[in-house]
Nanobody, 123 residues
Framework: QVQLVESGGGLVQAGGSLRLSCVASGRTAGWYSMAWFRQAPGKEREFVAWITWSGVYTYYTDSVKGRFTISRDNAEKTAYLQMNSLKPEDTGVYYC????????????????WGQGTQVTVSS
């Protein structure tokens, strides 16, 4: 079955940038959307961004608009999250997720998740 493996997290200073990658292995059937979520220490997991199968349409939570960019390369079965102008409040574990059909901001709508990668932004 399909697996998602994330990489690219690390420690950066406020104002810096990171690029997260999420590589899918195995096989997927039909169209699927992908998304990024994050979870800060002691907080609930929250939606960050989604991207449609085609990559044409994207959507971001308000707190990251203008700073983060989600993209995908279906030939390489990889999703990306480019994070610029990072702030301390961006600190947390970042997860990629995939689902069949249309996009969603709801955690429970995603059945396939990566293991998460830690992003720490220092002030």
């Amino acid at each position: 079955q399909v697996q998602l493996v994330e990489s690219g997290g690390g420690l950066v200073q406020a104002g810096g940038s990171l690029r997260l990658s999420c590589v899918a292995s195995g096989r997927t059937a039909g169209w699927y959307s992908m998304a990024w979520f994050r979870q800060a220490p002691g907080k609930e997991r929250e939606f960050v961004a989604w991207i449609t199968w085609s990559g044409v349409y994207t959507y971001y939570t308000d707190s990251v608009k203008g700073r983060f960019t989600i993209s995908r390369d279906n030939a390489e079965k990889t999703a990306y999250l480019q994070m610029n102008s990072l702030k301390p409040e961006d600190t947390g574990v970042y997860y990629c997720a995939a689902k069949g059909g249309s996009t969603s901001v709801a955690i429970d709508d995603y059945a396939t998740w990566g293991q998460g990668t830690q992003v720490t932004v220092s002030s």
